[in-house]
């Protein structure tokens, strides 16, 4: 099936750092999203991007939907202890086709 | 606010038994969602139900069956479980047209020896 690849797997930072991830295929994507997943938890929706070049924010959260289609990113400014968990990206080959593909995960651990 | 239910929490099974998975949301989405989650694989799409009566296969449904039991309900059902299905298992609701903004159950770690 359709594969999108996250790096770097994982991370670890010093809290207030900031933090970037990406997430790559070799299919174009119409949407992206970024999920983020705490310990013990089901995965909250952080951003949702439907357009070729868009920028969105979320808080200190800021994603791009890659000019090529095939890719995205995430920064995270001034990280801090809350932000420790594990980032997805998923993404839909058609915008509304109810399927999403997931990557593979980024874990991001924060040194105090 | 209850948003997606799952049970139950944790499961062991023995190869070859049965058991169902269940799943509620309180939302009045009407697509629903069963997703399992693998070390470094993410999580993928096993079955979904892009509303009330119908279903769908998503990319790994070999050994699952699914109930769309009303618009609250959608069930997960493993006939014969399997060490392979191992795995950790998530339920989730669209409040979309498009289903991609997902709501994720807490999820249901399950074991098969």
């Known amino acids: 099936g359709q594969q999108l690849n996250q790096s770097p797997q994982s991370m670890f930072i010093q809290e207030g750092e900031d933090v970037s991830m990406n997430c790559t295929s070799s299919?174009?994507?119409?949407?992206w999203l970024w999920y983020k997943q705490d310990p013990g938890e089901g995965p909250v929706l952080l951003i949702a991007?439907?357009?070729?070049?868009e920028l969105t924010s979320n808080g200190r959260l800021t994603a791009q939907f890659g000019i090529t289609r095939k890719d995205s990113f995430l920064n995270i400014s001034a990280s801090i202890p809350s932000d420790v968990g594990i980032y997805f990206c998923?993404?839909?080959?058609?915008?509304?086709?109810?399927?999403?593909?997931f990557g593979q995960g980024t874990r991001l651990t924060i040194n105090p | 606010n209850a948003g997606v239910t799952q049970t139950p929490k944790f499961q062991v099974l023995k190869t070859g038994q049965s058991m169902t998975l269940q799943c509620a949301q309180d939302?009045?989405?009407?697509?629903m969602y069963w997703y399992r989650q693998d070390p470094g694989m993410g999580l993928r799409l096993i079955y979904y139900?892009?509303?009330?009566?119908?279903?769908d296969k998503g990319e790994v449904p070999n050994g699952y069956n699914v109930s769309r039991l009303n618009k609250r309900e959608f069930s997960l059902r493993l006939e014969s479980a399997a060490p392979s299905q191992t795995s950790v298992y998530f339920c989730?609701?669209?409040?979309?047209?498009?289903?991609?903004?997902?709501?994720f159950g807490s999820g249901t770690q399950l074991s098969v020896l």
């Open positions: 989730a609701s669209s409040e979309s047209v498009g289903g991609e903004k997902l709501f």
């Open positions: 998923a993404g839909q080959l058609v915008q509304g086709a109810q399927k999403l593909v």
């Open positions: 299919s174009i994507f119409n949407t």
């Open positions: 939302m009045n989405h009407n697509s």
């Open positions: 139900s892009a509303s009330e009566g119908t279903t």
């Open positions: 991007l439907y357009k070729a070049g």
